[in-house]
C-alpha cells in the first residue's frame, strides 16, 4: 500500500487543535477550530476524494482517540468518510492503549517504523494518516511517506505545535496543487532525496 499523509496546517506551520476549541489543549493550547471558518466547499471535495482512495488507516494514538469519539455515531452509510473510518481497518500507534473501543482496530505498540514498513508491502491502494503530528514526524525521519497532502489554511494561529520543527530535511516535489474559494491551498508532495543547498549571490 502507498503510505499517504493528509494534515491541514495553518500559514505558520501549525497542526494542533485544527476541529474545534477542545480537540487538543495540550501544552496549554487555546486557539482550536481554526480550520472551522475557512472549510468551504472545495475543501470538502477534495477530502472526500482522499477517502475515495483508502483501504486502511494508520493513525497515532490522539488522533485516534478524537476520532473514536465522535466517528461511530456517524452511521449513514451515504457518508464516504464516515463509512470508511467505521468500516476499513485502522491501526494506531500506542504503547498504552490494550482494548481499542472503535474496531476494526489493531495496536502498534512496538517498533513503529518496523510494523509500518510490513503494513506497506500489504496489497491495497492507500494507507493513511490522519492528524497524527507525532506519528507523522517518525514516518517523516524513516523515510516512509510515499506522498504529503497538506491543506494549507489562510491563518496564523501563532501557537501550537507544528507538523515540522525538526527531524530530517527532505527535498519534496509538487505533484499536485490547487486553492479553494477560502483560500485554503492543498498541495500533494513527494519526497524527493536529501535538499540541496547553496549561497545565494547578488550581482
Not at 1 to 8: A, I, N
Not at 70 to 84: G, N
Not at 114 to 138: D, M, Y
Not at 185 to 196: F, L, N, T
Amino acid at each position: 500500500m502507498k503510505l499517504t499523509v493528509t494534515t491541514f496546517v495553518s500559514v505558520d506551520g501549525v497542526a494542533q487543535g485544527p476541529g474545534g476549541p477542545e480537540e487538543d489543549l495540550s501544552g496549554g493550547f487555546t486557539r482550536g477550530g481554526w480550520v472551522v471558518p475557512l472549510f468551504d466547499e472545495d475543501t470538502g471535495e477534495f477530502i472526500d476524494e482522499v477517502f475515495a482512495q483508502v483501504d486502511a488507516f494508520l493513525l497515532g494514538r490522539k488522533t485516534f482517540d478524537i476520532f473514536a469519539a465522535s466517528w461511530p455515531d456517524s452511521t449513514d452509510p451515504e457518508d464516504p468518510i464516515a463509512h470508511a473510518l467505521n468500516t476499513l481497518p485502522k491501526y494506531v500507534a500506542s504503547r498504552t492503549l490494550t482494548e481499542p473501543p472503535w474496531g476494526p482496530t489493531t495496536v502498534l505498540n512496538h517498533d513503529i517504523p518496523s510494523a509500518v514498513a510490513t503494513l506497506k508491502k500489504q496489497p491495497g491502494r492507500e494507507l493513511q494518516v490522519h492528524g497524527s503530528i507525532e506519528l507523522v514526524r517518525v514516518l517523516h525521519d524513516h523515510d516512509l511517506v510515499d506522498e504529503y497532502r497538506l491543506l494549507t489554511f489562510p491563518v496564523v494561529v501563532g501557537q501550537g505545535r507544528r507538523l515540522f520543527d525538526r527531524g530530517i530535511d527532505t527535498a519534496l516535489t509538487l505533484v499536485e496543487s490547487r486553492t479553494t474559494k477560502s483560500g485554503v491551498s492543498i498541495c500533494s508532495y513527494v519526497p524527493a532525496g536529501r535538499p540541496e543547498y547553496g549561497l545565494a549571490e547578488v550581482e
